[in-house]
């Protein structure tokens, strides 16, 4: 039985899709996909939807350059939605917005939402700007300035500052200290050119299985 043969498609044929980034969690857009289109996906790696306005498939980015690389296909309880979770490249939306989703209801009217992904996601963008830019007056500016040993030294400082905040038992404390370290681990990760991407996937790598799948990985790698 193939995994398609699990989902059902309404009586036009089409499954919505929920397409969410892989590195932050983001909603990008939803669309529509019909078999033909999902067993596109899984033999290309792109992902692929249906155009109910144009009755055919389409390609993400095949006009825009801004395709989706599709890490896996998930397929809900029901079987009646499936999620892609992709790296995005470039804005998904044809707004040129990184989400479909930038409109936030406040009341009765639409406003603009904040950008979306996680928080770690949304200041590794702005670390990767000041390293770009290198603007005056930027704290961020002067530790790309100095150098890896300088951020190296407060990345150290910092994970002192945590240590120490977390043996006094202060929350407040804690979780200042913490935030600093994070931040400063960002600039370092920017300073050696490695994505957070990286690290999400090592994470995923380590702790996405199942339990079963985890026993199967730390009896080949007893030293993890």
């Not at 995994?3 to 919505?16: E, H, M, N, Q, T």
């Not at 300088?150 to 240590?163: A, D, F, M, N, R």
Request: with cysteine.
């Amino acid at each position: 039985m193939s995994w398609l043969d699990a989902i059902r498609f309404d009586s036009s044929g089409l499954v919505p899709v929920v397409t969410q980034e892989v590195s932050s969690g983001e909603v990008l857009m939803l669309a529509y996909a019909t078999r033909e289109a999902l067993e596109e996906t899984r033999r290309t790696g792109q992902a692929h939807y249906w155009s109910r306005s144009r009755g055919e498939i389409w390609r993400k980015g095949a006009t825009s350059g801004n395709v989706q690389d599709v890490v896996d296909v998930r397929v809900d309880c029901d079987g009646d939605a499936v999620l892609y979770r992709v790296i995005q490249t470039g804005p998904a939306c044809h707004t040129l917005e990184p989400s479909c989703f930038f409109q936030r209801v406040e009341g009765d009217a639409l406003r603009e939402a904040p950008r979306g992904g996680h928080v770690l996601s949304r200041v590794e963008r702005v670390v990767d700007e000041r390293a770009r830019t290198l603007p005056e007056g930027s704290y961020t500016t002067y530790l790309f300035r100095e150098g890896l040993d300088k951020i190296l030294k407060k990345v150290g400082e910092e994970t002192t500052e945590v240590v120490i905040a977390a043996k006094n038992g202060v929350g407040a404390e804690l979780t200042a200290e913490t935030a600093d370290l994070l931040y400063h681990l960002l600039v370092l990760l920017r300073e050696r050119n490695l994505p957070v991407a990286e690290v999400w996937n090592e994470l995923e790598e380590r702790f996405g299985r199942t339990p079963r799948e985890r026993t199967t990985h730390q009896e080949r790698n007893p030293a993890r």
